[in-house]
């Protein structure tokens, strides 16, 4: 059963602060992606990486970063959290030549 | 820029009747298209896809319907049941690692 683990369902983080936000596939998936859903726009994309420390800029890359160490785990990191920030984030992954994405099942992020 | 786009934010639909979610792209160079549902508090799942060289792929009550001229494709459910109501996401694929999704239609199917 394929799987896309997002390491925090739901997570309040101050102003300021540095963020991790973690996601794990178990299907040896080359692409991986970081979305954030927000009402009325859907999902946005932020960055993707088809390999190991690949990354390619999305729609909205400004404020966040990402790694990609090793093929099975993707970060996002919001290098300092701002109330802008607060949204639903979801992970995906897809094979190379494959374009069905599986999704984890989102961390909701909230910045006080 | 948005490239997808899904210009309708909900649909109601009385049980039993035809639902249609439209969507529109931008960019001709996409070469794959999805449709994806979304339930609250869950990630969104795999529903139908097609690919840029057909115009129409059927699966049970699904079927997808793309018009490359009109940069146009449209998800047809039938008969529409209730559980069909989500959140329905267009999205489009360019070369296999790239994939933009639209704004997302919230359908309400009334018993």
């Known amino acids: 059963d394929v799987k896309v683990t997002q390491s925090s369902r739901y997570l309040v983080k101050r102003t300021g602060e540095k963020v991790f936000l973690e996601c794990v596939q178990d299907m040896d998936h080359e692409n991986m992606f970081w979305y954030r859903q927000d009402p009325g726009l859907g999902l946005r994309l932020i960055y993707f990486?088809?390999?190991?420390?690949?990354?390619e800029k999305g729609d909205i890359p400004e404020g966040y970063s990402v790694s990609r160490e090793k093929k099975e785990r993707f970060s996002l990191i919001l290098e300092s959290a701002s109330t802008n920030q607060t949204s639903m984030y979801l992970c995906a992954s897809t094979p190379r030549g494959g374009t069905e994405a599986f999704f984890g099942q989102g961390t909701r992020l909230t910045v006080v | 820029d948005q490239q997808v786009k899904q210009n309708s934010p909900s649909l109601s639909v009385q049980e039993g009747r035809i639902s249609i979610l439209n969507c529109d792209y931008t960019n001709s160079m996409f070469d794959y298209f999805l449709w994806y549902k979304k339930y609250p508090a869950e990630g969104p799942t795999f529903l139908i896809s097609?690919?840029?060289?057909?115009d129409k792929n059927e699966d049970g009550r699904f079927t997808v319907f793309l018009n490359k001229s009109a940069k146009h494709l449209s998800l047809h459910i039938v008969p529409s049941q209730p559980g069909d109501s989500a959140v329905y996401f267009c999205a489009a694929s360019l070369l296999d690692n790239d994939m933009r999704f639209g704004a997302g239609t919230r359908l309400t199917v009334k018993p």
């Open positions: 097609i690919s840029s060289i057909k």
């Open positions: 990486s088809y390999d190991v420390k690949m990354k």
